[in-house]
C-alpha cells in the first residue's frame, strides 16, 4: 500500500498560509485526520504536507488489511503458521485486556495512574515478537505489550502505577529495561548498549541487536537526535521503534515535526521506514528485517509505526478538549485486533471455539492482574533507604537510623495504650 | 616515587584502571588523538585504541546517556566533560538516569560509570570555563561526588572511582593540572585511604579549616601564613563531597571549637552551607563562633579580568579565620 502526496510548493517556497502563525488555525490540523479505510492516511490539499518534498511518496509498509485481507511486500515476506497467527492474536487481545483492568483498577484508586497502550497492541506485539531471546529491549512507560512479549509479569509493570516502586524487575532476567519516564532519554542508553554488544564482539554472524520505543513527540527531544547521531556515527545495531501515536498528550504530530517521521533518519544516514502500526503481521516483518540487519552489523534503522493512541494520554487526560470524536472512530475502524480476527475467520484457521477459549484466557488474565494488585503489600518505610548505593553511606546509614528511631516512638506510644 | 603533575597522575590513574579491567573504557569529545584539551588522557588511545578511548559525537547528554547503555551492558565507562560548564546539557541524564537506575531496578542494575569534570576557576577562561557546579550533583542521591586536590590523591582516586560500582562524579581542579607531587605510582589500592574519606592535610589546634579541590592549596598556604601569626590550623581536604566524611570534620572542630569553610562554588546553598548545619547540630557545645563560609559570591562567574575578585584566596581565607578567632 502505498500513496503519493500531493506536493503543493516547492521546497524552499513561501509556507503555506498559517504556517508561520504559531497559533495555527484548524486547517493546520485536517491532514492529521483524514485516513482512509485502508489505512493510508493522506494529506489535505492546502494544508502542512506530510511529505514537503515534491513528487516523493510515503510508503506504508502493510501485510494485513483492516479488513484482513493478507497483502505481499516483495521485500517483506512473511511466513507464518496458523498457529503463530492464533499466537499473535492471543497476545493482542490479552494485553487489551491487561490494559482495561489496569484502567479499571486505576478508576477504583487501586493504581495512582495508568498509561493505556489501547490501540498501539499491534505495534508493540509485532515488534516484541520479532525480537530473539538474546536481543535487548528498552521501553517507554507504555510498552506492556512488550514487557508481555518479553515475560514480564503484568503484576511488576503495576508496581510502577500504583506506587509500591520505580520499576524493578531485574532488566537481565527478560532483556527489558526498566520503564523509563523522561521522554526520549532510554534512545540513549539503548544506543550505549548496543555498543556495548559491538565491543563484546557480538555484531554479525549470530549476533546481538538492540531495540528502543519511543513515541511522535520523543522525536522532538535532543536526546533521541543524539541517539541518532552516536548510533549512525558508530554503526551501533540498533533499531529505533517510534510508535506514532498521532499525539504527545495534546499536541498533534504537525507540533513535531513537517516531515514524515521516518524520513528523519536519511539526514542521520540511516534507513527509516514506515509501517502500519495496526498491523501486528507488518510490524512483526519489518522490525524482523530491521533487527537482523543490526544484527549483522548494517546498524541502525528507524521504524515508524503509523498507528493511533485510541485511549488517553494517561488516567489523568482528558482528549475530548484537544482532539474530534471523529477522528477515533475512524481509527476504530482499522482496529489491530479486529484485522486479526478477520483474518482467522476469513480464512477458516480459527473457529468459535478458539475464539471463546481466547476470550475465556483473557478474563482469566484480568483476574489474576486484578488479584495481584488488589495483594499486592506497600513496602516497608525503610525501604525508602533501600538500594541507593551499592556500598555502605554513613550520611543514609545515619538518618534510616534516626528515621527507625522516630517511627519506634509512635509503635512505643500505640503500645503504652 | 615519581614526581608527576595533577593532570600526568590522573593519566597514569586512567592507564592503570584500563590495564587492570578490559571493561574500562573512557569517552569524550577530544579525549581520543588529542589526548584531552588538559592532555589527561594523552596517549591513551594510541595504547588502547578507539574502541576503548572514543572519541564521541559532540554531544554531552549523549556522552552520558550511552555511558548507561555501556554500562548497563557491563562496561565502566569514564566520561570527560571538557569543561564544568559544559555538564548541563547532561543533567537530566546524571540526575534523573544514571543516578537513578540502581533505585529504580531495585538494586539489579549497577553504574560503574564515571564523570570526569575540570572544574574552577583561575585560568583566565571565558564563560562556563570556570564553574564549580558541585553541589547540583552533591543533591542527587545515588551520585557519590568527589574532588582531588593534587598528584598523590588524583592518582589513587580515580582509580578507586572506576572500580566503584555507583556512579562518581570527579571534580579535577582545572588550575591545578600543572601542579607537581610525587606520587607512588607503583602502590596498589589496597593501602590507599578509602574514597569516602576526608584527609586532615595539616595539624592545628585553633581552627579548623575545611576545603576540597583546588582551594586546598590555598588554605594549606594559610596554615603557612597563619602560623607566623601564631595561630594552628586544622585544615581538611574533603575529597568526598557524596557522602560527606562528617566524622572527620566533627572530631576536628571538636577540637579547635571554630570552623571555616571555603570553596569556590557561590556560597548560598553551597557545601559551607551543609557542613555549617551538620557542625552546628553536632558540635554546638563545642562551638566558640558561628561556623563561616569563604566562597563565591552569590553571582555568576564573573569575566575573567574579575575572576581574582571572586575567586577566595589566602587573604580571604585568613580574613576568616581572623573573625572566627575575634569571638
Known amino acids: 500500500m502505498a500513496l503519493t502526496v500531493p506536493a503543493h510548493q516547492s521546497r524552499y517556497g513561501p509556507p503555506p498560509a498559517g504556517r508561520g502563525d504559531p497559533a495555527a488555525g484548524p486547517d493546520h490540523k485536517e491532514w492529521h485526520v483524514a485516513v482512509d479505510a485502508d489505512g493510508a492516511v493522506t494529506a489535505a490539499p492546502g494544508s502542512a504536507s506530510l511529505d514537503r518534498q515534491a513528487g516523493s511518496r510515503v510508503e506504508t509498509i502493510q501485510l494485513l488489511t483492516p479488513e484482513g485481507e493478507r497483502l505481499e511486500h516483495p521485500e517483506y515476506p512473511l511466513e507464518l503458521s496458523t498457529d503463530d497467527v492464533k499466537g499473535l492474536y492471543r497476545d493482542l487481545v490479552l494485553v487489551r485486556r491487561i490494559d482495561t483492568e489496569a484502567i479499571a483498577l486505576q478508576r477504583q484508586g487501586e493504581l495512582g495512574i495508568w498509561a493505556s497502550l489501547l490501540g498501539q497492541e499491534a505495534a508493540q506485539v509485532g515488534s516484541g515478537r520479532a525480537l530473539g531471546p538474546r536481543d535487548m529491549a528498552f521501553p517507554t512507560y507504555r510498552e506492556h505489550g512488550v514487557a508481555w512479549c518479553r515475560g514480564v509479569d503484568p503484576i511488576k509493570l503495576l508496581e510502577l502505577y500504583r506506587g509500591v516502586s520505580h520499576g524493578g524487575w531485574d532488566p537481565a532476567e527478560h532483556n527489558f529495561h ?108 519489518v522490525t524482523r528485517k530491521a533487527m537482523q540487519a543490526a544484527r549483522e552489523g548494517q546498524g541502525p534503522t528507524l521504524i515508524e509505526a503509523f498507528t493511533y493512541r485510541m485511549g488517553a494520554h494517561t488516567t489523568t487526560d482528558d482528549p475530548t478538549r484537544y482532539r474530534l470524536a471523529t477522528e477515533l472512530e475512524a481509527w476504530k475502524l482499522k482496529d489491530p485486533i479486529e484485522r486479526v480476527k478477520a483474518y482467522l475467520v476469513r480464512t477458516g484457521a480459527a473457529d468459535a471455539a478458539f475464539f471463546e477459549a481466547i476470550e475465556a484466557e483473557s478474563a482469566e488474565v484480568g483476574r489474576t492482574v486484578r488479584q495481584g494488585c488488589l495483594s499486592m503489600p506497600d513496602p516497608q518505610p525503610l525501604a525508602i533507604f533501600e538500594n541507593i548505593y551499592s556500598e555502605p553511606n554513613a550520611l543514609l546509614d545515619a538518618e534510616r537510623e534516626q528515621f527507625a528511631a522516630y517511627l519506634d516512638t509512635f509503635e512505643a506510644e500505640e503500645v503504652a495504650r | 616515587m615519581t614526581v608527576l603533575t595533577l593532570s600526568k597522575a590522573l ?62 551492558r557491563g562496561y565502566r565507562p569514564v566520561c570527560e566533560i571538557q569543561f564544568d560548564g559544559f555538564v548541563f546539557p547532561a543533567f537530566d541524564q546524571i540526575v534523573s538516569q544514571l543516578a537513578k537506575q540502581r533505585l529504580r531496578s531495585l538494586g539489579h542494575v549497577k553504574m560503574p560509570v564515571v564523570i570526569r569534570i575540570p572544574c574552577g576557576g583561575g585560568i583566565g577562561a571565558v564563560e562556563h570555563h570556570s564553574e564549580s557546579p558541585e553541589v547540583y550533583f552533591v543533591h542527587a542521591a545515588g ?157 555568576p562567574y564573573p569575566p575573567s579580568r574579575l575572576e581574582e575578585y571572586y575567586l577566595p584566596d589566602l587573604d580571604r581565607v585568613l580574613d576568616a579565620v581572623d573573625r572566627v578567632s575575634a569571638f
Request: proline share 4%; glycine share 10%; with cysteine.
Open chain 1, 178 to 285: 526498566i520503564y523509563t519516564i523522561v521522554i526520549g532519554a532510554q534512545t540513549l542508553h539503548a544506543t550505549g548498549y548496543a555498543m556495548g554488544i559491538q565491543r563484546d564482539g557480538l555484531v554479525g554472524e549470530d549476533g546481538e541487536a538492540v531495540i528502543v520505543y519511543f513515541g511522535d513527540g520523543a522525536t522532538s527531544q535532543g536526546d533521541v537526535n543524539e541517539a541518532f547521531v552516536f548510533a549512525s556515527v558508530f554503526n551501533a545495531p540498533v533499531v529505533f521503534f517510534c510508535q506514532n501515536n498521532q499525539w504527545a498528550i495534546s499536541e498533534p504530530l504537525e507540533r513535531q515535526s513537517r516531515v514524515p517521521l521516518y524520513q528523519r533518519a536519511s539526514g542521520f544516514g540511516f534507513p527509516g521506514i514506515r509501517v502500519d502500526g495496526n498491523d501486528v503481521f507488518a510490524c512483526l516483518a
Open chain 2, 11 to 72: 593519566n597514569e590513574g586512567l592507564r592503570k584502571s584500563l590495564e587492570a579491567d578490559p571493561k574500562v573504557l573512557i569517552m569524550g569529545e577530544d579525549v581520543g588523538k588529542l589526548g584531552g584539551v588538559f592532555r589527561v588522557t594523552d596517549g591513551l588511545q594510541k595504547d588502547f585504541g578507539e574502541s576503548r578511548v572514543v572519541d564521541t559525537p559532540l554531544a554531552e547528554s549523549g556522552i552520558v546517556g550511552t555511558a548507561i547503555g555501556l554500562a548497563l
Open chain 2, 143 to 299: 551520585l557519590r561526588v568527589v574532588a582531588c586536590s593534587g598528584p598523590a590523591d588524583a592518582f589513587t582516586m580515580i582509580q578507586q572511582s572506576i572500580a566503584s560500582d555507583d556512579p562518581v562524579i570527579f571534580f579535577e581542579p582545572k588550575r591545578r593540572y600543572w601542579d607537581k607531587a610525587e606520587v607512588d605510582t607503583a602502590a596498589d589500592l589496597s593501602g590507599a585511604v578509602p574514597l569516602t574519606s576526608a584527609r586532615t592535610v595539616a595539624e592545628g589546634s585553633d581552627v579548623t579549616v575545611v576545603s576540597y579541590g583546588p582551594l586546598v592549596r590555598t588554605c594549606l598556604e594559610a596554615a603557612v601564613a597563619a602560623r607566623e601569626d601564631g595561630r594552628s590550623l586544622d585544615v581538611i581536604d574533603l575529597r568526598s563531597l557524596s557522602p560527606l566524611d562528617m566524622g572527620s570534620v566533627v572530631a576536628s572542630v571538636r577540637k579547635t571549637g571554630r570552623c571555616v569553610v571555603v570553596h569556590e562554588a557561590p556560597v548560598t546553598a553551597g557545601l559551607g552551607a551543609e557542613i555549617a548545619a551538620r557542625v552546628t547540630e553536632e558540635c554546638f557545645y563545642h562551638l566558640e563562633a558561628p561556623v563561616m563560609r569563604v566562597g563565591g559570591f552569590s553571582t
